[in-house]
């Protein structure tokens, strides 16, 4: 590995490691497909990827064996680790919770008073458990958690859950959130002492901001009746202001706007009351603001 080579740790086998490599592609990055290997290198970018366990990465960043990771917040708290949280992704959106058997019913934290709870991430349960005054003991346990409960090992897990069919399969339902977290981007806290490093952060980080500007947005482009024209400007809730182009028949106009993602449906029938037709919604790659 070059020394001004910016050297990322992404999950190696995981709820995150799709994402984490799609999230780079989108960032302009060639990026080979990983299979088993240690790491890989972007073709276009001074950038090594290298795939770790997730529960590893806050720590190698921290002590430099990375320069930056992409990892779940929990991961990062859980661990303590000293590092920098520089951005928050979007993805891998999911909630530490306290899950019990089915059947059990508990309607107050309080009631956890004196149950044994299996956890992997024992520290941010005892901060749960002590801000709400509870007295819980707390079996910590590396791996599937879920299983503890049908052991004996627990009456209760408090583990991740994101789409809750890992819970389901194992009869337990989620009872108390603990913490919500989503993946992130960490960097050591020293990386500004190499320039270079750095200034490749700063790059990535700025291609990461356009790929997050353009998910949450789409590209509309209709045509309007030209008296309509301030009616539809009003209901279409652009970004910026919309772009209108004369079209060769002079009684209607094409509306060009970008748009919030989740507002298009909420728009579209007052959209065609008003007369707009030949709607598009296209998807943007990149939006550099
Ligand atoms: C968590 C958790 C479950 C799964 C829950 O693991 O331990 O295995 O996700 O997801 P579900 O609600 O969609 O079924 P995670 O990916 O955080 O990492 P880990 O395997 O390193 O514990
Ligand atoms: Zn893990």
């Known amino acids: 590995m070059l020394n001004g080579t910016l050297k990322l740790a992404v999950q190696k086998k995981g709820r995150l490691t799709d994402k984490s490599l799609q999230l780079l592609r989108n960032c302009g990055l060639d990026i080979d497909n990983y299979s088993d290997r240690l790491f890989v290198n972007a073709r276009n970018f001074s950038l090594d990827v290298l795939f770790l366990r997730d529960d590893d990465i806050p720590e190698y960043v921290q002590d430099n064996v990375a320069d930056i990771g992409i990892?779940?917040?929990?991961?990062?708290?859980?661990?303590?680790?000293?590092?920098?949280?520089?951005?928050?992704?979007?993805?891998?959106?999911?909630?530490?919770?306290?899950?019990?058997?089915?059947?059990?019913?508990?309607?107050?934290?309080?009631?956890?008073?004196?149950?044994?709870?299996?956890?992997?991430?024992?520290?941010?349960?005892?901060?749960?458990?002590?801000?709400?005054?509870?007295?819980?003991?707390?079996?910590?346990?590396?791996?599937?958690?879920?299983?503890?409960?049908?052991?004996?090992?627990?009456?209760?897990?408090?583990?991740?859950?994101?789409?809750?069919?890992?819970?389901?399969?194992?009869?337990?339902?989620?009872?108390?959130?603990?913490?919500?977290?989503?993946?992130?981007?960490?960097?050591?806290?020293?990386?500004k002492q190499y320039p270079a490093k750095f200034e490749l952060l700063q790059r990535l980080l700025r291609r990461i901001d356009s790929v997050l500007n353009a998910r949450d947005s789409r590209y509309l482009m209709m045509n309007i009746p030209a008296e309509a024209e301030n009616e539809i400007t009003g209901i279409v809730p652009a970004l910026k202001s919309p772009t209108i182009v004369p079209l060769a028949d002079k009684n209607a106009l094409a509306l060009h706007a970008v748009i919030p993602n989740d507002t298009f449906w909420e728009i579209i029938d007052d959209l065609k009351a008003a007369g707009a037709t030949d709607i598009l919604l296209l998807s943007i790659e990149n939006m550099i603001l």
Not at 177 to 187: G, N, P, T, Y
């Open 71 to 191: 990892v779940g917040e929990n991961v990062v708290v859980e661990k303590k680790a000293d590092v920098r949280i520089e951005k928050k992704l979007g993805f891998g959106r999911c909630s530490l919770m306290i899950a019990l058997r089915d059947g059990a019913e508990l309607s107050t934290p309080q009631q956890l008073n004196g149950i044994k709870i299996a956890t992997s991430y024992p520290v941010i349960l005892k901060h749960y458990l002590e801000s709400h005054n509870v007295d819980s003991k707390i079996i910590t346990i590396s791996g599937s958690v879920e299983i503890a409960p049908s052991l004996g090992v627990a009456d209760a897990i408090c583990d991740i859950v994101s789409t809750g069919q890992t819970l389901r399969l194992h009869k337990l339902k989620p009872a108390f959130s603990v913490f919500d977290s989503e993946a992130v981007l960490i960097a050591n806290n020293n990386i």
